[in-house]
């Protein structure tokens, strides 16, 4: 399997606990991006990497959400002392950087890992 | 704010008509667009995109056309199949960025 992949896919748990989620990107991908998805809505921008540079954190990101890239490869999302607001799906994507949407570059979305904060 | 809007939540067809799903932006600024598809519990699938430089994209069963100066784009699937059963979602961007606006999506039931 070649695309983006997620784990885990669903997470349980209780308020006020830390989550992690992991990302990993189709493997030539430079680019990584992170989006949550909210019932009834579309899919919101949170961050997005270069290799394993965080450039931009929407504001929708608040201070207990924290997403790396080591090595410029997979990426982990980690939320702490999780809120019942918090309860979303967390969509990866990835793309890369050398070429633009005119020129056939698109973004592949991974499978997305549910969070449900009770 | 919402940049990108779907003002139709749902849309019910019967297999082998035309649906048409109808999405609407309001940052004039925005010049590539593209359609995803998805399942319950999986992530979006890319469909057919379209830049601000041409009116129709077709691929297939499916074609998408811009209005640029009504900053309104459609999405046409013929004949509808029960597998195009999904929730379809608009989004926008700028084509040197990386950044996607997404409307909130319609759901499409194809009925037998």
């Known amino acids: 399997d070649t695309g983006v992949s997620q784990d885990p896919r669903h997470k349980i748990t209780k308020r006020g606990q830390n989550v992690t989620f992991r990302c990993d990107p189709i493997s030539e991908h430079n680019r990584l991006y992170w989006y949550r998805q909210t019932l009834g809505q579309g899919p919101e921008f949170l961050t997005y990497?270069?290799?394993?540079?965080?450039?931009?954190k929407s504001r929708l990101l608040s201070d207990r959400f924290s997403a790396e890239r080591p090595k410029g490869s997979f990426s982990t999302l980690e939320i702490q002392r999780t809120e019942q607001g918090d309860s979303a799906m967390y969509l990866c994507?990835?793309?890369?950087?050398?070429?633009?949407?005119?020129?056939?570059?698109?973004?592949?979305f991974g499978e997305g890992s549910w969070l449900t904060v009770v | 704010d919402q940049q990108v809007k779907q003002n139709s939540p749902s849309l019910s067809v019967q297999e082998g008509r035309i649906s048409i799903l109808n999405c609407d932006y309001t940052?004039?600024?925005?010049?590539?667009f593209l359609w995803y598809k998805k399942y319950p519990a999986e992530g979006p699938t890319f469909l057919i995109s379209?830049?601000?430089?041409?009116d129709k994209n077709e691929d297939g069963r499916f074609t998408v056309f811009l209005n640029k100066s009504a900053k309104h784009l459609s999405l046409h699937i013929v004949p509808s199949q029960p597998g195009d059963s999904a929730v379809y979602f608009c989004a926008a961007t700028l084509s040197n960025d990386y950044k996607l606006s997404f409307g909130a999506g319609t759901t499409v039931t194809v009925r037998a």
């Open positions: 990497f270069q290799n394993e540079a965080q450039l931009e």
């Open positions: 994507a990835s793309s890369l950087a050398e070429s633009t949407f005119h020129s056939g570059n698109t973004i592949y």
């Open positions: 379209i830049s601000s430089i041409k």
């Open positions: 940052n004039s600024m925005f010049d590539y």
